[in-house]
């Protein structure tokens, strides 16, 4: 997963400054942001404060870590049945 160059707190910031009246024009142009790149932000975590969103990132993080593990896990056992089911 590409590691994106705000930070939790940044975007909260940035996503507080829209709420506050700045357009968009604006906030794209003052931090270098896609407007794509914000509209996703504000569906994703509209109304979330800092902790919140640091939280939820350390979330997504740890579950994509998990499936990494079990998919490597999975590749094992199949390998381990093939070996078996060969042996026998």
């Known amino acids: 997963m590409k590691k ?5 707190e940044q975007t ?3 996503l ?11 906030i794209t ?8 790149a914000f509209y996703k932000w504000r569906q994703r975590y509209g109304g979330l404060e800092a902790t919140e969103l640091k939280r939820l990132k350390e979330l997504e993080e740890e579950n994509t870590r998990l499936k990494r ?3 490597n896990l999975a590749l094992d056992l199949e390998a ?5 089911e060969k042996k026998l």
């Not at 507080?16 to 604006?26: A, L, P, R, S």
């Not at 142009?29 to 794509?36: F, I, K, L, N």
């Open 4 to 8: 994106s160059k705000f930070t939790p």
């Open 12 to 14: 909260a910031r940035i």
């Open 16 to 26: 507080k400054e829209f709420d506050q009246g700045k357009t968009v024009e604006q």
């Open 29 to 36: 142009r003052e931090y270098g942001v896609s407007r794509a």
């Open 69 to 71: 593990m079990y998919a």
């Open 80 to 84: 381990a049945r093939y070996i078996i």
